[in-house]
């Protein structure tokens, strides 16, 4: 099983008029993009705030550019994402669903949305009663099997920065106590804080990715039974981080990040699963 993974992305609306501007962002979108695209997996996943304002247009466009008939686009809400419009009008434009669970014989994937709609004053997370209710039956129901669950807001004290008010799902939901049930491997994947970091806690490995105008990059995470392979990918093409930096520059709601990259060993990880460490 192969997964590709994208950070933060905040696609947006421009103002057409400033020089250069309409030509930076279709160099940087669509550079950054196909070439995630272009590499194999069984689905390519966007961790959330892959708009910036969650406009209409902005859904459509990002859309346009991720269109692939052999390609499997999973996204998860972010915060910006359910900025302008409802969660259902969202969901409408996109086709997407708002939380969902995918079984497979090498794991059990779980898609949640943890973003408060049409709030610009909290981004923290929230999961209502309903949707954690079905975290801990899947939780509960992945046995033994590896789980894998994709968000955009980090558990509170994980991976860096998710300590700092409203940079993850809020504290008085107690998502630990949901984890914590959970028995062999789970890998928890989230963007929001705009920083690579990878953290552990018992049983669960935290894997954050940076936000791609800061970082053009993603993250491919590979299973073949007796490990999964978490690594880097750098999109390293001349001029594409002038063309972000030219971006940045020009938009509201998005403020840069200078250590955006964490440490070496906030990019890549490898954890052996039970079965094959005990043959070890």
């Keep these: 099983m192969k997964l590709v993974l994208l950070g933060d992305l905040h696609y947006h609306e421009i103002d057409a008029a400033v020089p250069g501007l309409p030509e930076a962002r279709e160099a940087f979108y669509r550079t950054l993009l196909d070439d995630a695209l272009n590499t194999e997996a069984d689905w390519h996943v966007s961790l959330g705030d892959l708009t910036n304002f969650g406009t209409a247009s902005e859904l459509s466009e990002v859309y346009a550019l991720l269109k692939r008939d052999d390609r499997t686009f999973i996204h998860v809400l972010g915060n910006h994402d359910v900025y302008s419009q409802p969660r259902e009008e ?74 700092l008010d409203k940079a993850s799902i809020h504290p008085d939901i107690d998502m630990w106590r949901i984890l914590s049930q959970k028995q062999g491997v789970g890998v928890y994947f ?29 993250r491919i995470v590979e299973l073949d039974g007796e490990r999964i392979r978490i690594a880097a990918v750098d999109v390293d093409v001349e001029g594409l981080l002038e063309h972000g930096a030219a971006l940045h520059r020009n938009m509201k709601h998005f403020s840069p990040n200078p250590n955006a990259r964490g440490q070496e060993t906030d990019r890549q990880i490898e954890i052996v699963l039970p079965a094959a460490a005990k043959r070890q």
Aim: glycine share 8%; charged share 20%; aromatic share 10%.
């Design 90 to 163: 969202v969901l409408r434009i996109t086709g997407q669903q708002r939380y969902r669970a995918i079984d497979t014989e090498a794991a059990m994937l779980l898609f949640l949305d943890t973003a408060r709609e049409m709030n610009t004053a909290d981004w923290s997370g929230w999961l209502d009663e309903e949707q954690l209710l079905w975290l801990g039956a899947k939780v509960a129901e992945s046995g033994t099997k590896p789980l894998l669950v994709f968000a955009h807001h980090p558990v509170f004290g994980t991976t860096a920065r998710s300590e």
């Design 190 to 218: 989230n963007g929001h804080t705009h920083v690579d970091s990878i953290a552990a806690r018992d049983n669960w490995t935290f894997v954050q990715l940076s936000a791609g105008l800061d970082l053009p990059g993603y």
